[in-house]
């Protein structure tokens, strides 16, 4: 293990299904998450009192739960225009402050207490959070770009988070890409997908 990273949440959001227009398509979708008070459970599959939509895309073991820095806002905010000042807008699970995708590998380990969680991946954003933020219709590469896309994690122990707790991020033994470095490789694969050669290198997938 190489040296911890202490983190801190600054808010639980949770949400469930709702109508969202997207360009005049009304959709079903939980990417509204609301801040809540006072402990949340989090078991294998996410939060207790969260849901998701499309379960193709979202949910299951490997996206139980969505972190996603509060540093990240005040970035995104001054990119788009607009004010960004309520966690939960990008549908994050956990707000946290401390922590960077710059930081982040697949494979490390956040514990906060009994809880643990293990990161995966980076968040791939869809037409949905575009819409959700207000944003231009080439967001989504911007976002992955930025490598400011938040992160996913499985549970590996259930346990309660809440607010204001204190957690430590734990790094695997392994020394492969960050989080923000995947994001900027996908980035970059969808643009050699919209390119002339439209070749895809499988060690980019995800």
């Known amino acids: 293990m190489g040296q911890s990273i202490f983190a801190r949440v600054r808010s639980v959001n949770v949400g469930g299904p709702g109508e969202l227009d997207c360009g005049g ?23 207790s009192g969260d849901d998701q939509v499309d379960r193709k895309h979202h949910g299951g073991e490997g996206k139980a739960v969505y972190v996603f820095a509060w540093e990240n806002y005040a970035y ?19 707000t946290t402050e401390g922590l960077s995708e710059t930081q982040v590998r697949p494979g490390d380990r956040l514990n906060f ?27 989504a590469r911007q976002f992955l770009q930025s490598g400011r896309t938040g992160f996913y ?27 923000a470095e995947l ?20 060690w980019i997938r995800w």
């Open 25 to 47: 398509r009304v959709v079903l979708s939980a990417l509204r998450k609301s801040p809540v008070s006072g402990p949340v459970a989090v078991g294998r599959l996410g939060l």
């Open 76 to 94: 995104w905010g001054q990119e788009l225009a607009h004010d960004l000042s309520v966690p939960g807008l990008f549908g994050e699970n956990l």
């Open 183 to 202: 994001a900027v490789a996908k980035a970059r694969k969808q643009v050699v997908r919209q390119g002339p050669l439209g070749r895809l290198r499988s």
């Open 153 to 179: 994690a499985r549970v590996l122990q259930t346990g309660m988070v809440c607010a204001g707790d204190q957690g430590v991020l734990e790094h695997g033994a392994g020394s492969g890409p960050t989080i």
């Open 113 to 139: 207490g009994d809880l643990v969680l293990e990161v995966t991946q980076p968040r791939t954003p869809c037409y949905k959070l575009v819409t959700r933020l207000k944003a231009a219709p080439g967001f």
